[in-house]
């Protein structure tokens, strides 16, 4: 059974900082990788994909990478601002059309 | 484009009652769409996944004539919790992937948080 964690469960950094956000999972049999974002009380918001042939993907100040064989993803955020502060949640699919698999999210506070 | 709403945003209901939750894709035609729950501070976790026409898929645990999902057309589906129970509190997301795509995209909706009194 697919696991993932995502650790720590919080962060709290001053504005302007670089920061990376680590996701681990426990079956390296994935499709795709993604990283979303959930500001409180509401959906998400998909950042990145990554499929399982990639190593990363990027997007403005965001940069997900995938290492697949260690069961891995980061994602780095670059000159963080305070519009950064949200959870930040990772998922796995195991095939096209299969369910997506979350951890947990890491609460990122970005403080001004 | 790719907006999925869901109604009501939040609803409070009495223990025994029954509450109606709807997920439409806005601007596209979605074959596929995905009910999920999540407590506080913890996961999403899938409940069930519908297709338009057809009897949705359970995840394991999930108990199907509690949580009827009806995927009726291309846009709409609905999740009513029957007999809700103060255990059934939590945050309901959908999510819609499109017709014609793969459910590597799938477009959520904005949650709606339930509370069983």
């Known amino acids: 059974k697919q696991e993932v964690t995502q650790i720590p469960a919080a962060l709290s950094v001053p504005e302007g900082e670089n920061l990376v956000l680590n996701c681990s999972f426990t079956d390296s049999a994935i499709y795709n990788l993604q990283w979303f974002r959930q500001d409180p009380g509401k959906g998400l918001t998909s950042l990145l994909l990554?499929?399982?042939?990639?190593r990363e993907q990027t997007s403005g100040r965001l940069n997900a990478s995938l290492d697949k064989s260690s069961g891995r993803s980061t994602l780095y955020i670059a000159a963080s601002q305070p519009g950064d502060s949200a959870t930040y949640l990772c998922a796995v699919q195991a095939g096209a059309n299969s369910k997506l698999t979350f951890g947990k999210g890491i609460t990122l506070s970005v403080r001004p | 484009g790719a907006v999925v709403s869901q109604h009501p945003s939040w609803v409070i209901c009495k223990s025994g009652t029954s509450v109606k939750i709807e997920c439409r894709s806005l601007?596209?035609?979605?074959?596929?769409m995905f009910w999920y729950r999540q407590f506080p501070k913890q996961s999403l976790m899938l409940m069930a996944t519908s297709n338009e026409g057809s009897k949705a898929t359970y995840e394991q645990g999930v108990e199907k004539d509690k949580f009827l999902i009806n995927h009726a057309s291309l846009t709409l589906s609905t999740l009513t919790v029957t007999s809700a129970h103060p255990e059934d509190s939590s945050f309901y997301i959908c999510?819609?992937?499109?017709?014609?795509?793969?459910?590597?995209?799938?477009?959520f909706g904005p949650g709606t948080r339930l509370t069983v009194l």
């Open positions: 601007d596209f035609q979605a074959t596929t």
């Open positions: 999510s819609a992937a499109a017709a014609g795509g793969s459910t590597d995209t799938q477009y």
């Open positions: 990554i499929q399982s042939s990639q």
